[in-house]
């Protein structure tokens, strides 16, 4: 086989997966597909397209460039196909170009079967995907997704609805608790945002930029006004790009804004996440330079030279694109922490960012002779590029426990976790100790005021840390909580911090209410996520308070439920509803289902958010979210249980 062949035969063999992912509804318009059940467990599908719309649907049971033409995807291991495609309709015989051998087509009306066998329970609807093939001459589209979802004689359905009618928000017994969702402050983020900036200030792509940066609008201009005015323009423009990045999400449909949530706690998006701060923390090392494609750079750069304001932005775009090996990890870090939290703290997070980085150009135009009491550049950057490796290392980790936690793969238990923390720690107290040194900071120095400083700040760091890896009470590390696995995750089976803490019900919303309809106790649910640092925080430093963790023990049923849990349900307890925005929406994980209780009952798709519910599901007061504050969160139960003293009475 030639290289050509080789080639095209390895891209269509990737194709399959990219469609998988993508679920891209492009293709052949007009399909139908139908189900016959033929004996127990068994059934027929018939797919019909009438017409192929001017293109030629290749046949099934082909497989030119070893990809096959048409293929059925199940997602569950219960659903098997059952044997070949049969043809209903006859094809034509077309001699390909491309693969130069005879396929069989349809140029108009094409339909064929294919027998499908169900161990277990069958589902009242069959959920699937056909993969087919079409073309044309030179075009060809493999692994075109037909996504269907057909009901099945005889199968059973679930009764589970992710509306509760006895759930009424507006109408809750007592009237306590939040009105909308408590995160992160705007402000707070903001202020992130500016840390982050100030901090990609100091880095080599940026800090030599602000004298000749200054020093040109100033000597350029006809008089100090223009100069000042032109230099606070360009930090304007510095400012309102960064801010801009942020524009797309606020396009999200609030409907769908569990987006956000899925973002961050999307297993493969936080291993990719965890490969690229990596890749930056290489980059900061030393071993490479990130750069943009050039042309990006000279195209804006070219057009710095128009007159006005014209030329003023786009030197400001310039800053941004050859800035980007060294903005590019900080700023990334600081907006993917803040996905969780929705649009405007992201774009509160990118403003702080912006205008940190934009203010020095505007000051020091204002105040030139500020430019005298600068560093001078030289190595200390290149010490501020690597501790920023090691920063950038940590959090790679951190991505990479998310995506473990989510999958619970055991891969970074909590002690695994804060072990690499600890050599992080340990190695960049080392650098900055000088044990290490790299030649781009030229010949080795006494240690300054500053560099002591950070080394014992990292020191004492490394140190908070190491009591971590134990079975101990002094395991808690609070100052961190919420960034670590939680204790639940750890290599000790009964570690100290978790067996005297509060023990949920998980996942299981009915043993809950089973559970409390026995007892007499009202329902604390908890929505919660294996990724949320928020929920973390909650169960470290709220929960272990001593009066919240004896009433959620002894006053209440607590039930966590994680919707980011990504185990597939059953086939026969998956559920299609249509939402309160009328859009229809599938059930098939763990998290879908607690997802859309959530959603459809309490209005919000943030987490931690907390409910009281009497075991007869009447919400009793206003839901909880993120409360720091254990004598807040302590009220709101007392409330809840007033509600149900009520109610009982």
């Given at each position: ?170 109408n809750p017994v007592n009237n306590c608790g939040d009105e909308g969702t408590t995160g ?256 781009s900071e030229g010949p080795r120095k006494k240690l300054s005021l500053i560099r002591i ?41 009964d570690h100290v911090l978790h067996a005297k803490g509060v023990q949920p019900i998980v ?143």
């Amino acid at each position: 086989m030639s290289l050509c062949k080789r080639l095209l035969s390895f891209f269509l063999l990737l194709l399959p997966l990219t469609s998988l992912f993508s679920q891209d509804s492009t293709g052949l318009k007009g399909w139908t597909v139908e189900s016959k059940k033929t004996g127990e467990g068994k059934f027929e599908l018939l797919f019909n397209l009438p017409d192929a719309q001017g293109w030629q649907l290749y046949a099934p049971n082909q497989s030119p460039g070893e990809v096959k033409t048409v293929e059925m995807i199940f997602t569950d291991s219960a659903i098997k196909q059952d044997g070949d495609f049969i043809l209903t309709s006859q094809p034509l015989t077309i001699s390909s170009t491309i693969f130069e051998t005879d396929l069989a087509v349809f140029e108009r009306n094409a339909s064929w079967k294919v027998k499908v066998a169900i161990s277990g329970t069958v589902p009242a609807r069959l959920q699937g995907t056909m993969l087919y093939t079409y073309g044309r001459g030179e075009e060809y589209n493999p692994s075109t997704v037909f996504a269907f979802n057909v009901p099945l004689e005889g199968g059973v359905a679930s009764s589970w609805s992710p509306k509760v009618s006895s759930i009424d928000l507006k109408n809750p017994v007592n009237n306590c608790g939040d009105e909308g969702t408590t995160g992160k402050s705007i402000a707070s983020i903001f202020l992130l945002g500016l840390l982050g900036g100030l901090i990609a200030l100091l880095t080599p792509c940026v800090f030599p930029m602000i004298p000749v940066t200054v020093t040109f609008f100033t000597k350029k201009s006809q008089d100090r006004k223009q100069g000042v005015f032109n230099a606070m323009m360009y930090g304007l423009f510095i400012f309102l790009i960064y801010t801009a990045i942020t524009i797309p999400f606020h396009f999200v449909d609030n409907a769908k804004s569990e987006v956000f949530n899925n973002i961050s706690t999307n297993v493969w998006l936080n291993l990719f996440f965890f490969a690229i701060f990596v890749f930056f923390a290489l980059s900061f090392f030393g071993l490479f330079e990130i750069t943009l494609p050039s042309g990006i750079a000279n195209r804006a750069g070219s057009k710095s030279g128009l007159g006005n304001l014209g030329g003023i932005f786009f030197m400001a775009a310039t800053l941004a694109i050859v800035s980007f090996s060294c903005t590019g990890p900080i700023l990334g870090t600081l907006l993917v922490g803040q996905l969780q939290e929705g649009a405007w703290p992201l774009t509160a997070g990118a403003a702080g960012f912006g205008l940190a980085l934009s203010l020095p150009f505007a000051l020091f135009a204002m105040f030139p002779n500020w430019l005298q009491s600068l560093p001078k550049s030289g190595g200390w950057m290149t010490t501020v590029k690597v501790v920023l490796g090691f920063v950038e290392l940590a959090l790679a980790v951190k991505f990479l426990a998310n995506a473990d936690n989510v999958k619970q793969w055991g891969i970074l238990k909590r002690e695994i976790f804060v072990g690499l923390w600890v050599i992080i720690g340990l190695l960049t107290t080392l650098y900055l100790a000088g044990v290490f040194h790299k030649k781009s900071e030229g010949p080795r120095k006494k240690l300054s005021l500053i560099r002591i400083v950070f080394m014992l700040a990292f020191a004492a760091f490394t140190v908070y840390l190491v009591p971590g890896l134990l079975n101990s009470k002094m395991a808690a590390l609070k100052l961190l909580s919420g960034f670590p696995p939680p204790v639940s995750y750890s290599i000790y089976p009964d570690h100290v911090l978790h067996a005297k803490g509060v023990q949920p019900i998980v996942n299981d919303f009915q043993a809950a209410l089973d559970k409390a309809k026995k007892e007499g106790k009202p329902v604390l649910v908890d929505f919660t996520g294996w990724a949320c640092v928020n929920c973390r925080r909650m169960e470290e430093k709220v929960w272990t308070n001593q009066e919240v963790d004896s009433m959620m023990r002894t006053k209440f049923v607590v039930v966590s439920l994680y919707v980011d849990e990504r185990t597939r349900l059953a086939v026969q307890d998956r559920v299609t509803f249509t939402n309160a925005a009328g859009e229809e929406e599938t059930i098939e994980t763990v998290g879908n289902k607690w997802t859309a209780f959530q959603k459809e009952n309490f209005g919000a798709v943030s987490q931690p958010q907390y409910a009281i519910l009497s075991p007869d599901q009447r919400l009793l007061t206003k839901t909880k979210f993120y409360t720091p504050d254990a004598g807040e969160f302590v009220s709101w139960l007392k409330c809840g249980l007033e509600a149900y003293d009520k109610i009982k009475q």
